[in-house]
């Protein structure tokens, strides 16, 4: 559906993207995660026809984003960053405007209006202007006008930003509701959101695809061994940490803390074992209470940082080479 | 053309949505109507308003820029560009709907003043021929500093910007061909009178309608509508 091959863009000597290349089959909902000045939304405002790639090509539908622009724009409901709405109109106004603009004719226009107000649930605010509008609200205008031609693909820079923590799981509601037969592409750089609502993630970095998997592929990927925190009545630190050790599955420990009576240990199992059971036998043999025994779940955070983290290395000691 | 009357009607109206619109309707009825008042509707002078007619070029340098500053700066500023262009239209329907957008509500802006020609019935008997010359007139300038205004406003973020270059622009242009054409090369000279605005806009508040005047300002308003459209496809091929 979506297919990008090599795609290169500079603005003048900063080179934005350097040679990404993704294929995205119908359907697929695709988080973009990547840090500020990734080359995120420049490749999605190359998708939407907004600037040619300086080299490479992205098409959808077979339909090339340059040679057949506008066909292409026809395919693609787009909320930019940032959502900007024309703020003196009112949400049925503009939603009429913007089914104009995609060639739909008067008379099946209110039909498309009244179909994205409902499923954008903004029934209630249909007469408000757009610069009256909470943040939430105009999100969900936004969102309505991008569907408003019942797009095949629908693409999301940043859909959340600024939102207060209710309206964005309310969005994400939206969001996720909206994913069925779409293909969508959501551009965010925050991990939760795309955890939650996505198929398939790549991560941006440096203008480079650098991770390109599931969520949980990914994070298996990232997780490397479990780090296990335990915390004993012992004020004893090399009792607690040895007690620890001795058991199976744990490849080393620590005392890192000690609280009165209690200490805490932690400790790195062995590749993918689960020590668990063993820590909590041998503190049982040792006569040790236990008040907290917890494998750490591995995150998308991790990898999410481990390549952010390298890319920004790479880049230091290649001067000039900003991205 | 759904799409282009959907821009050029989104354009028109938004001018009677803010203050900005009210305003520069008021200030060029208020500032015309003075002239009309104090200086044509005299006992003894000619029943005519070719006061108002060449008055109103003058007003037009700025009204008409205070109209057209708004078209594309202000959707580059708040950024509503992006989705605008990012619909299947191409800028050859987006900058012409956006220009009939603000010719329709300069034309709205002008209507009130026919009541000077009601005026001007009730206590003489004019001659309809220049007055029709001077409306005709009007439109045309207006037409032409619309599309100038129109192109600068496609290359700044910035309204105040946009407004004073449209200005100066046509300030620049009076003063070449009247100041600077006398003095220049002959040739120079020539191409200066040529674009002075003002002996052509005189002659239609005289009542004289002439076609070499009529083709100049629909001419150029084309061809600065035409850039316009190429300065703002430009900003896809960067």
Not at chain 1, 236 to 257: F, H, K, L, N, Y
Not at chain 1, 268 to 278: K, V
Not at chain 2, 120 to 131: K, N
Not at chain 2, 153 to 163: D, E, I, P, R
Request: proline letters at 5%; a positive charge.
């Amino acid at each position: 559906m979506i297919v990008a091959r090599d795609v290169h863009k500079s603005f003048g000597h900063v080179r934005a993207v350097r040679g990404v290349s993704f294929d995205i089959p119908t359907g697929q909902v695709v988080g973009i995660l990547g840090p500020n000045g990734a080359g995120k939304s420049t490749t999605i405002r190359m998708l939407v026809g907004a600037m040619p790639p300086t080299s490479g090509s992205i098409s959808v539908d077979n339909l090339d984003c340059v040679d057949h622009s506008r066909r292409v724009r026809q395919r693609l409901g787009y909320l930019p960053e940032n959502n900007p709405i024309y703020p003196e109109m009112r949400v049925t106004e503009y939603l009429r405007f913007r089914a104009a603009l995609y060639g739909i004719t008067a008379k099946h226009r209110r039909a498309a209006v009244a179909r994205v107000i409902e499923r954008c649930w903004l029934t209630d605010m249909r007469s408000r202007r757009a610069g009256q509008l909470s943040k939430g609200y105009r999100q969900r205008l936004g969102l309505a006008a991008s569907l408003i031609h019942n797009p095949p693909v629908l693409v999301l820079d940043e859909p959340t930003t600024g939102l207060d923590p209710s309206q964005i799981a309310e969005t994400r509601r939206l969001v996720r509701e909206l994913s069925g037969q779409r293909t969508m592409l959501i551009v965010s750089h925050i991990l939760p959101e795309v955890e939650k609502t996505c198929d398939r993630i790549l991560v941006f970095a440096g203008g480079t695809i650098r991770a390109d998997g599931s969520p949980e592929t990914l994070i298996n990927q990232a997780a490397g061994p479990a780090r296990i925190i335990v915390e004993l009545k012992t004020n004893d630190r090399e009792r607690a940490r040895s007690v620890i050790a001795s058991a199976p599955g744990v490849a080393s420990a620590m005392a890192i803390d000690t609280d009165g009576q209690w200490t805490r240990v932690e400790a790195t199992a062995n590749n993918n074992a689960d020590p668990r059971e063993p820590i909590a036998g041998a503190c049982a043999q040792a006569n040790l209470a236990i008040r907290e025994l917890t494998r750490e779940r591995p995150s998308l955070e991790r990898l999410y940082l481990r390549i952010t983290e390298a890319v920004a290395d790479e880049l230091r000691t290649q001067p000039g080479a900003d991205s | 053309m759904t799409a282009l009357l959907a821009i050029a009607i989104r354009e028109y109206a938004s001018n009677f949505r803010t203050s900005l619109g009210w305003i520069v309707i008021a200030l060029y009825l208020l500032l015309s109507g003075f002239w009309v008042a104090f200086a044509t509707i005299n006992p003894g002078e000619p029943a005519s308003l070719r006061v108002f007619f060449s008055i109103s070029q003058w007003l037009l340098l700025i009204v008409a820029p205070a109209i057209s500053m708004r078209l594309v700066s202000e959707e580059l500023r708040t950024g509503t560009i992006e989705p605008l262009m990012a619909a299947p239209i191409s800028e050859w329907q987006a900058i012409p709907a956006k220009y009939l957008g603000a010719l329709a509500f300069f034309i709205t802006m002008l209507a009130p003043t026919l009541l000077y020609v009601g005026v001007l019935e009730l206590v003489a008997d004019p001659d309809y021929g220049p007055l029709l010359a001077g409306y005709a007139g009007l439109i045309l300038v207006g037409m032409l500093y619309l599309a100038v205004g129109l192109v600068i406003s496609t290359f700044t973020q910035s309204q105040v910007v946009a407004l004073l270059a449209t200005f100066f622009f046509f300030i620049a242009l009076h003063i070449l061909g009247t100041q600077i054409a006398d003095r220049a090369s002959p040739r120079i000279g020539a191409a200066l009178r040529y674009a002075s605005l003002a002996p052509r806009i005189g002659d239609f508040a005289k009542g004289v309608v002439e076609l070499r005047h009529v083709v100049f300002f629909v001419a150029w308003s084309c061809f600065a509508i035409a850039v316009g459209v190429i300065s703002l496809e430009s900003r896809r091929w960067r």
